[in-house]
């Protein structure tokens, strides 16, 4: 059974950036995809992005396009997420995701983490 981890967020003030980081532990397989969800007071758990195992794949959600970068370190078994320019709507809390499929594809994700707070204020 696979656990993941989040780290990374915080508060912040609006333009300024953070790193969040999940470390997956537990899992020996491998060709996952590794995403980002959040999920912001009163809305519904979305996908913020996703990589495939190789990298080469990445999904943005428009509303973070240009400002958001994910990435992964397989051999630490370990996604990240740069955000930069954050804004008070980024305000959410964080959960990172694991699981086989189209990284672009909500349903792909089957295991989450316990979630991290990014609170952004204006």
């Known amino acids: 059974q696979v656990q993941l981890v989040e780290s990374g967020g915080g508060l912040v003030e609006a333009g300024d950036s953070l790193r969040l980081s999940c470390a997956a532990s537990g899992r020996a397989a491998s060709n996952y995809a590794m995403g980002w969800f959040r999920q912001g007071p009163g809305r519904e758990r979305e996908l913020v992005a996703g990589i495939s195992w190789s990298g080469r794949s990445t999904y943005y959600a428009d509303s973070v396009k240009g400002r958001f970068t994910i990435s992964r370190d397989n051999a630490k078994n370990t996604v990240y997420l740069q955000m930069n320019t954050l804004k008070p709507e980024d305000t959410a809390v964080y959960y990172c995701?694991?699981?086989?499929?189209?990284?672009?594809?909500?349903?792909?994700?089957?295991?989450w983490g316990q979630g991290t707070q990014v609170t952004v204020s204006s």
């Open positions: 995701a694991v699981g086989y499929g189209l990284a672009y594809v909500r349903s792909t994700y089957d295991r």
